[in-house]
């Protein structure tokens, strides 16, 4: 699939929105509902991984794309369907400039065109998708393949801000980027500290941190500094929970009023943990989410509390 004809079934974001939702539309509360988060697919990695030349290996994603065809066939199973099926990075494996990067990509477009066209995409930039010193060159590349890398949309009354958490973590070869997109989300979460929105979401590639705001720096999170800054203009603007992956694992923990919340990957786990996908309920007064397998949510579906949940006024 050309990225032009990958144009006419993603409907990328433009102009640092979605505009499968119009915000005009959707600033209102309206009730409970859910949408699917997942993480990691990078086409590549357990081949890579499995040899030892995780910087430059990864020629073979055959299991990555037979995951991520289950992963996709699952959510379209899903009764309700989802609102929307967000994507937390590293979308493949090859860093740009690497072999592979074009063809990696294409397969993953191929096998994301068959979710159900009701069931909008919203892409998150990871490391491996714009570098881990990204350009401005690897950042244009990462807009023209698969939209914007940093962006905001409402559903049902809540905002959901999608950040390019690489920005945070070396800007040095693009400190212009950084520079904007700290200004623009200056600017979004003014919104939500006027507490003009039922909930605020963040959704980035990145953790702030994996249990704790105190933890030691490490290649999963963001450092001390850094962490702390954003956590706590999160928190004062209102933000409740930032979704992420990067860590191949699952995680999660608690800064104040913040939840930070790591799922596994669909693609190679690092871990304990299966393949699989996350389950986010939104309500009223909270936000509910269950990692699933692949296996459980394929044959299975989500449970009935769940579902329960989304029945309450």
């Known amino acids: 699939m050309s990225v032009a004809e990958a144009g006419g079934v993603f409907r990328r974001a433009r102009g640092r929105t979605l505009d499968a939702f119009p915000s005009e539309k959707e600033r209102e509360w309206k009730g409970p509902f859910y949408f699917i ?70 397969d993953l477009q191929r096998v994301l065109a068959r979710v159900d ?17 990204p350009t401005p060159e690897t950042v244009a590349e990462f807009q023209r393949t698969w ?47 006027q ?42 603007a209102g933000v409740t929970a930032v979704f992420s992956g990067h860590y191949h694992r699952n995680a999660r923990g608690t800064y104040q009023n913040l939840d930070m919340v790591v799922s596994s990957a669909i693609g190679c786990q690092l871990g304990q943990d299966t393949h699989g ?6 309500t009223a007064e909270k936000i509910i989410h269950r990692y699933y397998s692949l296996d459980e949510l394929s044959e299975k579906g989500i449970e009935d509390d769940l579902l329960g949940l989304m029945e309450e006024k």
């Open 195 to 236: 507490r003009k929105c039922q909930h605020a979401i963040v959704f980035q590639h990145i953790p702030l941190f994996l249990r704790s705001i105190d933890e030691e720096d490490d290649y999963f999170n963001l450092t001390k500094s850094v962490r702390k800054e954003v956590a706590d203009k999160f928190i004062r």
């Open 37 to 106: 988060q997942g993480a990691d697919p990078q086409f590549g990695l357990m081949k890579a991984w499995s040899t030892g030349d995780s910087d430059s290996g990864g020629d073979e994603w055959g299991q990555e794309i037979r995951l991520t065809e289950q992963a996709v066939e699952a959510i379209n199973k899903l009764k309700p369907k989802p609102r929307f099926f967000v994507l937390c990075g590293d979308l493949i494996h090859a860093m740009p400039g690497m072999p592979w990067r074009k063809e990696q990509t294409a």
């Open 277 to 282: 996908l996350r389950v986010v309920v939104v």
């Open 147 to 193: 939209g914007d890398d940093y962006f905001s949309f409402w559903f049902g009354g809540v905002l959901f801000l999608v950040l390019n958490s690489q920005f945070w973590y070396d800007a040095s070869r693009c400190p212009a980027l950084k520079q904007a997109q700290d200004q623009w989300l200056d600017q979004q979460l003014s919104v939500t500290g």
């Open 117 to 133: 066209s009701d069931i909008p995409l919203v892409l998150v930039s990871g490391n491996h998708d714009v570098g881990n010193t």
